[in-house]
């Protein structure tokens, strides 16, 4: 079975930095795609970036140079890096991979505020 776990979610103070974990289970990291999505109160769950199976990576445009995601194929856990938060950032992030039907998991809470 395939699952994925978040965690590293919290309260911040706009400005600083977070990173999120995805630790996976029942497929590797480096042989699937992987992403991360977040969805605010009331919006609808947006990508914000991820990493291919050749480990490349991408942004969304409106996050990029403030987002990052990287992975540890020793750990098969995935990462999301975010600096600069903004309390615009404030969102349930959830770790996904497209294979098959799709896996998700239970998401991580982000809330920036001062």
């Known amino acids: 079975q395939v699952h994925l776990v978040e965690f590293g979610g919290g309260p911040v103070q706009p400005g600083q930095s977070l990173r999120l974990s995805c630790v996976v289970s029942g497929i590797t990291v480096t042989t699937n795609p992987m992403d991360w999505y977040r969805q605010a109160p009331g919006k609808q769950r947006d990508l914000v970036g991820g990493?291919?199976?050749?480990?490349?990576?991408y942004t969304a445009p409106s996050m990029k140079g403030r987002f990052t995601v990287t992975r540890d194929s020793v750990k098969n856990t995935v990462y999301l890096l975010m600096d600069n938060l903004t309390t615009d950032d404030t969102a349930t992030y959830y770790c996904?991979?497209?294979?098959?039907?799709?896996?998700w998991g239970q998401g991580t809470q982000v809330t920036v505020s001062s």
């Open positions: 990493v291919n199976v050749d480990s490349t990576t």
């Open positions: 996904h991979t497209p294979l098959g039907p799709g896996y």
